[in-house]
């Protein structure tokens, strides 16, 4: 009977022309004769198929969709598995080994139409991000006209509808990523990356010039790592601030987004997580009229938050704060900001120079890199300026060791430093699921936790439900928050560092950071997990 078909049409088609049988019989009994899985196409997330290892007219003449890449094995989805020189001619292509999966004919030809049509891939993508995005909230999904690439509506919608969630998920940074045989896009949320797109491929180019053009970036130098700034609207009307930076890797340019939404970061002290005695050391060392405050710890640690809520919190009226930074993150209303740019010679070291000369009382200092930064923070902190910086050391007195090390001398630090603090993220546990966690007493208290209070212990651990990311939803900060007091200052005189000195603050009431997070557990705010993946 299939000798009647014409050259010109697939025989499947013919076959349902001739009422032989519906898609999903011809397609069951094609499976059951070839001894080949039966696919239903409604369960393919084409964003994640690898469709660029075929050119459309290997698609289009095999009426194929490769579906899945492991390895040297590609998963090829048809509907007509007899056709003559199908796996050979794609194994030639791909250079890969090719096994075959079937598909109902009318769903994949209606599917292959939609991912080679011209943009209706970008709308499998924003389904697929919908779908990522539904499970955590009852998301609206807002679409954001451009003026720019309007010739390319479904990627100008696309990138909107990313930074949209951002915006509503809260996400800190959102990555762009190239790669040999895909491309994806992953959130930072609560400190954790997760993937929640798979664009095509081909796509890489367009992502990348589109990201550039919202930038204000050059979009033809591909050479050279490039930063930038996009100031986007939601169809809201909210404007929010997107920091951009671009860098040249082996399969593209990786960009990476950082979401500069301050409505969710300026926030009051008493809000950042401190504690009680912590909040009333912070509190009395911002309201001294000079002194150098240390925030240190690792990037990503919240120190550019803590900075800019003391700041929020000094700026009144009668005070004329200033900060210098690489880059501004949030613009604060009152405050005169300045960013560096060292090609241009405006560095930390020359930006503060310029601020003494202009009445300061607060100077805030984004990051304390080199000597020379050093030196003008600590003189400035001696001659009757309050000076707030961040350093990158693991705790609080660290900081000391890190400054010396730089060349500043011991009775320097003694005489300017006023407060160190040192800081991490921890994540919160999702109040919709977690569960309660029963720990042997010996365990407990080998993980620092006081023999008396363990009658009293609940713990509990992540489990994960729609409301959250892995059992987590939000952070909070935990700090080791230590003045420099009269015997402290001695020591440093003295030239001590390093346990000497963590000894002496113990000693004196002043806890250390692991403290604070198991304090946090304890609570039943956040798990052991947690606490021992940070501290």
């Keep these: 009977m299939l000798d009647q078909c014409p050259d010109d049409q697939s025989r499947i088609s013919w076959l349902l022309e001739q009422g032989v049988g519906d898609a999903a019989e011809i397609a069951s009994c094609l499976a059951d004769h070839f001894r080949l899985p039966l696919l239903d196409i409604r369960a393919l997330a084409v964003p994640r198929c690898p469709i660029e290892l075929l050119d459309e007219s290997l698609i289009r003449r095999f009426c194929c969709l490769p579906i899945l890449l492991s390895g040297k094995v590609l998963l090829l989805a048809v509907a007509d598995p007899c056709q003559n020189d199908l796996i050979s001619d794609i194994k030639f292509h791909t250079g890969k080994h090719v096994e075959l999966v079937i598909v109902e004919f009318q769903s994949l030809r209606a599917l292959i139409d939609a991912v080679l049509l011209p943009g209706k891939a970008s709308d499998y993508v924003d389904k697929a991000l919908h779908e990522e995005a539904r499970s955590d909230s009852d998301l609206m999904l807002n679409l954001q006209n451009s003026d720019t690439d309007l010739e390319d509506k479904p990627l100008v919608r696309f990138v909107n509808r990313l930074l949209s969630d951002a915006v509503k998920l809260k996400v800190s940074d959102l990555h762009f990523e190239p790669y040999e045989t895909y491309y994806r896009v992953r959130f930072r949320r609560d400190g954790q990356l997760y993937e929640v797109a798979r664009p095509p491929l081909r796509m890489a180019g367009r992502l990348a010039s589109r990201l550039k053009v919202m930038a204000q970036l050059n979009t033809s130098e591909r050479r050279i790592p490039q930063d930038g700034r996009i100031r986007w609207q939601s169809a809201e009307g909210k404007k929010i601030d997107f920091r951009l930076n671009v860098l040249p890797t082996l399969w593209g340019e990786k960009l990476v987004l950082r979401n500069l939404d301050t409505s969710h970061r300026l926030m009051k002290l008493d809000g950042l997580g401190l504690g009680a005695s912590q909040l009333d050391i912070v509190n009395d060392a911002l309201h001294r009229s000079q002194g150098l405050i ?216 002043y806890p250390s950071m692991r403290h604070a997070a198991l304090t946090n557990v304890g609570l039943g705010i956040s798990s052991l997990e947690e606490a021992n993946r940070l501290t």
């Design 294 to 509: 240390l925030v240190t710890g690792p990037t990503g640690s919240g120190k550019t938050q803590t900075l800019y809520t003391a700041i929020h919190s000094l700026n009144i009226a009668n005070k004329n704060i200033a900060t210098v930074e690489d880059p501004v993150e949030f613009n604060i209303d009152g405050v005169n900001q300045v960013a560096v740019h060292n090609q241009n010679g405006l560095t930390f070291a020359r930006a503060l120079r310029a601020f003494l000369r202009q009445d300061p009382d607060i100077l805030m200092v984004g990051e304390i890199r080199d000597a020379e930064t050093a030196e003008i923070a600590i003189k400035a902190a001696q001659t009757g300026h309050l000076v707030l910086a961040s350093l990158h050391t693991n705790d609080a007195l660290g900081a000391l060791d890190r400054l010396a090390n730089m060349g500043v001398a011991p009775y320097n630090l003694a005489a300017a430093c006023s407060l160190l603090v040192a800081q991490r993220l921890l994540r919160k546990l999702c109040e919709h699921c977690k569960e309660p966690l029963q720990l042997p007493d010996d365990v407990l208290k080998a993980q620092g936790f006081d023999e008396a209070e363990l009658n009293q212990l609940t713990l509990f651990q992540a489990s994960g439900c729609k409301h959250c990311q892995h059992g987590y939803k939000g952070r909070i900060g935990i700090y080791e928050v230590v003045p420099v007091f009269e015997e402290l200052s001695q020591l440093i005189m003295a030239g001590q560092h390093g346990q000497s000195l963590t000894s002496c603050a113990r000693a004196n009431g």
